[in-house]
């Protein structure tokens, strides 16, 4: 044991006397211009070190430098900076003169993807032939210079395409193991925060560089990320990702596959790729199992929508509004849809939105330059089906759209309520349409469209009125005749039919019909959808509900419509009713009716001339 003990100490002196002894030898500025020299050879690079190399022993063997700089052919600006740099290097190859660096590591550094720092060719600046494909021999490298780990912390990364704005990601840590054969390991985590949101990243892939500047291929194993801030929801969005993903230097096109995408309750999956030249080309094909946008987007609107969620903010104070991201008022609206084109077909088993739940939708849209047609959106809602094909036109300086609205047996009372609309009215749906208007939004919508439609509803109850119990009430109070009681503060229709004309929040209504064993209708009306007022006239027969009284008079009140107007505000509605006009007509001409039968039958009566003059003046 004790000669055991003594080799070890005899190995770990020599060990330390070696070191020390490639310490004192080999001074580490001896590389400085080597490495210089190489970047620039390699890579066209400008590597600048500001202050001298020197030696770091322990626990790794490394060589560290102060501020250094690395500057692109042409470039204004460097690349990446970095307040500290540090070489790990193996201790073997250095008594060969060989330089093999491990790991760099980059603390504090500043990687500038913008403008400024591209590669640039002076003007006057020949072309230089492409490289020698051939591998170098080993005998006319000298020094050589090989980096299988890279380490950046503390770090910085600022991106710009062109002239839009710049993005910072701040915090940045990164590990990147690379084996001889160019593969490598990724480990990522960074913070984004920008227009008061805040971005938080975390990533773990596999990198394929084998073909490297040609091609370039990666599995994400795991993407996780969460946004918050700004006007996100509360709650915030958090979610993780995985996908394939493939570089292709000659036709520069990304393309990705098995996407698995969460965003809190939501789950997307799906591929695409994108190509990108001046105006990127995007082709997508996406799936997504539950689609939450309650749950990713804020907005009153949004929580009004759901019944859950009034509920519950009736028992809680109310909240102050979250802030608003400003934006340029001088930009054109959707101006985004100007600087790319697409094709993209999406399909999803649940969507809820504004309080709806939808299933089954499908989407075939195409974008090019700010012309957005929509070939198909469709799903269903409930029992019934919904169809919304259109276009958006933005290529000018104000938006144009276009939508062909078709839906069948669709709850109306679903769709007021989403949309903030006091009518207390139910039913099923069924319309087709063609309306057409600016900004795709529903204040842009109650403001600015127009368009005209057919609707057509079933099972119709209107809340607040009783039509038949208005009109057989007053007609009680003024008769002899008696009626069934009805405490339902609601009228009921099986079926109601009518036009609409949509002309900058003015609705007009037309040819209105409807009927049910109770009662039937016609009538016309206009709403004013800015003002939640409306102005309605209606002609109502009631056909049942009469106990007993004057049969005559039953029978004419059958047959007879009755002048019936509701008016004002939707959440307190007014109504006329104009009952005893149309008695007094009914026994006035009653009246004339039994005159004219006494006077035809008594025409030689010294009172028949008498009784025809009454009657032409009735």
């Known amino acids: 044991m004790r000669r055991v003990l003594t080799t070890l100490m005899i190995l770990l002196v020599v060990l330390v006397a070696g070191i020390s002894a490639l310490v004192l030898l080999v001074n580490p500025n001896d590389f400085r211009a080597y490495m210089v020299q190489q970047v620039e050879a390699r890579s066209g690079y400008q590597l600048e070190l500001d202050e001298p190399l020197r030696w770091h022993v322990w626990p790794q063997l490394s060589i560290l430098s102060g501020r250094m700089s690395l500057t692109a052919p042409g470039a204004t600006t460097p690349l990446v900076s970095a307040a500290n740099m540090r070489l790990d290097v193996e201790l073997w190859p250095l008594l060969s003169h060989q330089l093999h660096v ?21 003007p006057d600046e020949p072309v230089a032939p492409d490289d020698n494909p051939m591998p170098q021999a080993e005998a006319d490298k000298g020094w050589s210079y090989a980096i299988s780990r890279l380490e950046v912390a503390d770090s910085v990364l600022v991106f710009q395409h062109e002239d839009e704005e710049q993005v910072t990601v701040r915090d940045i840590r990164l590990k990147m193991d690379q084996d001889a054969s160019y593969h490598a390991t990724l480990d990522f985590s960074g913070r984004i925060n920008r227009d008061q949101r805040d971005l938080t990243l975390a990533m773990k892939a596999k990198i394929d560089a084998a073909d490297y500047p040609h091609s370039l291929t990666a ?6 990320w969460q946004l918050k801030g700004g006007d996100v929801s509360p709650q915030g969005i958090s979610g993780t990702a995985t996908l394939n993903a493939q570089w292709q230097e000659a ?31 995007w082709a997508l094909d996406l799936h997504f199992d539950k689609l939450n946008l309650e749950n990713l987007f804020s907005g009153a609107t949004m929580a009004a929508a759901s019944s859950d969620t009034a509920q519950k903010a009736q028992a809680q104070p109310k909240l102050l509004p979250r802030p608003v991201i400003a934006r340029d008022s001088s930009e054109p609206e959707y101006n985004s849809l100007r600087g790319f084109s ?57 938006p144009k759209s276009l939508f062909q609205p078709k839906l069948e047996n669709v709850e109306i009372g679903t769709i007021l309520k989403a949309f903030n609309y006091p009518i207390a009215l139910t039913g099923a749906l069924s319309m087709s349409g063609d309306f057409s208007g600016g900004l795709v939004d529903a204040e842009a919508f109650r403001r600015d469209w127009q368009g005209n439609a057919h609707l057509e509803m079933a099972n119709v109850r209107m809340e607040g009125l ?19 009681q009805d405490y339902d503060n609601s009228t009921r229709l099986d079926a109601l039919s009518t ?19 109770l009662l039937a209708l016609d009538g016309k009306g206009t709403l004013d959808l800015i003002k939640e007022e409306s102005d309605t006239q209606f002609n109502v027969r009631v056909l049942s509900g009469w106990n007993g009284g004057n049969s005559e008079l039953i029978a004419f009140l059958r047959e007879t419509p009755i002048p019936l107007r509701v008016y004002g505000k939707w959440d307190a509605l007014q109504y006329s009713l104009k009952v005893d006009q149309v008695l007094r007509d009914h026994l006035q001409g009653e009246a004339k009716r039994r005159l004219n039968k006494w006077a035809d039958r008594n025409k030689d009566s010294k009172y028949s001339e008498d009784v025809k003059k009454l009657l032409e003046k009735m």
Not at 104 to 121: D, E, F
Not at 219 to 224: G, L, M, R
Not at 257 to 274: F, K
């Open 466 to 484: 009783n039509f038949q119990q208005l009109i057989q009430q007053a007609v009680a109070r003024s008769s002899d005749v008696k009626v069934e």
């Open 102 to 122: 491990k790991q760099v590591m980059l603390k504090g550094a500043v990687i500038q993807l913008t403008p400024q720092t591209k590669a640039a060719r002076k």
């Open 219 to 224: 599995a994400i194993e795991q993407f996780d």
């Open 499 to 517: 036009d609409l004309e949509l002309d900058h929040g003015s609705v007009t209504l037309s040819d209105m019909q409807g009927q049910s064993p």
């Open 251 to 281: 036709q520069k096109r990304l393309s990705f596959s098995n996407l698995n995408v969460t965003a809190n309750d939501s789950a997307m999956s799906g591929q695409g790729s994108v190509v990108l030249n001046d105006a990127p080309e």
């Open 342 to 398: 697409a094709q993209v077909a999406l399909s999803a088993g649940q969507i809820r939105w504004r309080g709806m739940d939808f299933t089954d939708v499908k989407s075939q849209m195409t974008n090019q330059a700010g012309l957005l047609t929509l070939t198909t959106l469709e799903g269903k809602m409930g029992n019934g089906t919904l169809s919304l094909p259109g276009r958006l036109d933005v290529r000018g300086r104000t």
